[in-house]
């Protein structure tokens, strides 16, 4: 009965390798938005989907792409990836803009 | 630009003690306004959500109450216990649409 969920949990790989990381919620939401936790625990938003658009894109490097096949389904792909990409990835889910819930991490370490 | 700041960023105290937790912002246009809970290596609850319109939220033993024109938010946990140890972090939204702004958190560490 798991709100949301994230695979994998734990992601260890090298540099300049391709990763994705999936994110599903099973609460109807219809939007979904990624965050990364640095080292110093900030935790900043990266991208947010609304019905499958793409409503908010922040600064982050082109290597990073998000797809949304559905409502439920908000997946990260990285591309190239870097040393400073090292950091926790959420996955969280609104009903609108309202109270966000967030999946369990996953934790990127780039080697 | 918004800013969240909460101060302590660290905070401990023994079990019973009635726990305190700023959150200030620096725009005072907000939309809502979350408290989270993060619990080492895992990710984030929400505890309670304050629509800009509203003085105060409660939830059992939690109070959280927001002063828009001073850019303030307080989270109050009655009688803590050791199972309230965890970073609480607060974030605002700008907008409807906007982003969820988050403070760097208070590492809160309650004792027996």
Redesign the interface.
């Known amino acids: 009965d798991t709100a ?1 969920s994230q695979t994998p949990k734990y992601l260890v790989t090298q540099m300049g390798n391709d990763k994705s990381i999936k994110c599903e919620q099973n609460l109807g939401h219809d939007t979904m938005y990624w965050y990364k936790q640095d080292s ?6 990266m991208f ?1 989907y ?1 019905n499958k658009e793409l ?2 894109n ?1 600064t982050v490097p082109n290597r990073f792409s998000p797809k949304s096949p559905d409502k439920a389904h908000l997946n990260l792909h990285i591309n190239s990836l870097e040393l400073g990409d090292s950091a926790v990835y ?1 996955c ?1 889910s609104s009903r ?10 996953t934790r990127l370490l780039v080697l | 630009k918004q800013e969240v700041t909460q101060i302590p960023a660290a905070l401990s105290v023994p079990e019973g003690e009635n726990l305190v937790l700023n959150c200030s912002f620096t725009d005072s246009a907000i939309y809502n306004l979350q408290w989270f809970r993060q619990d080492p290596g895992k990710g984030l609850t929400s505890l309670l959500l304050i629509q800009s319109s509203q003085r105060e939220q409660t939830s059992g033993r939690l109070n959280a109450s927001l002063d828009k024109s001073s850019g303030r938010s307080t989270l109050y946990i009655a009688a803590s216990q050791p199972g309230d140890s965890a970073t609480y972090l607060c974030a605002v939204r700008p907008d409807s649409w906007g982003k969820l702004q988050f403070g760097a958190g208070t590492q809160v560490v309650v004792t027996p």
């Open positions: 949301v110093k625990k900030f935790l900043k938003i947010s609304n409503i908010i922040e959420f969280a609108h803009q309202e109270t966000q819930y967030f999946g369990p991490g």
